[in-house]
């Protein structure tokens, strides 16, 4: 008898943890923080200064080749860029995995047909913007704000997030 009780309460608190945590995997940026800069090169040589986009909505795009969420969000993200490019927003995917592997992420962008800039992050970026998991998405206002984190991937994540890009785009600096 006390065993069902103990596995009721089990299944209960882990389920009431679940439901308390869900609303926090995108979270909103109550006051926006300045977005830790950078200078770094793409898989191709270019180089990126996060200062230099300013005036434009930036994704950072947190992902690695092994992660599924990650090859799920690409095409969606590859349609958002095509999308928005033109209008003030830029997108770079900011590749994890180690830095030995650029030949392999450059394989991997070939195949996926990925149109944005992709960028080996180095491990102090990453934690600098406080990645824990990927995917993680941070969308960076015109004014170089980070106005929101959202962590994982599906497609409500992936409404939310063409949302959110439109409506900063909309956003008058």
Known sequence: M????LRYVFIWSLCLTLALLTPHCAKKLEEPASAPGFTLKTIEGQEITLSGLRGKVVLL???ATWCGPCKESI???TQLYKIYQDKGFELIGMSLD?????EMVRRFVKSMD???PIIMTPEDVARNY?????????????EGNVREKIVGFNSAIGQQIAARVE???AEKP
Do not use: C
Request: glycine share 2%; net charge neutral.
């Open 130 to 142: 406080k990645v824990t998991a990927l995917p993680t998405t941070i969308l960076i206002d015109k």
């Open 114 to 116: 990925i149109p944005y």
């Open 167 to 169: 409506e900063l785009i």
């Open 2 to 5: 006390r065993q069902p009780f």
């Open 75 to 77: 095409p969606h993200l």
């Open 61 to 63: 795009d947190f992902w």
């Open 98 to 102: 180690k830095s030995g592997e650029t």
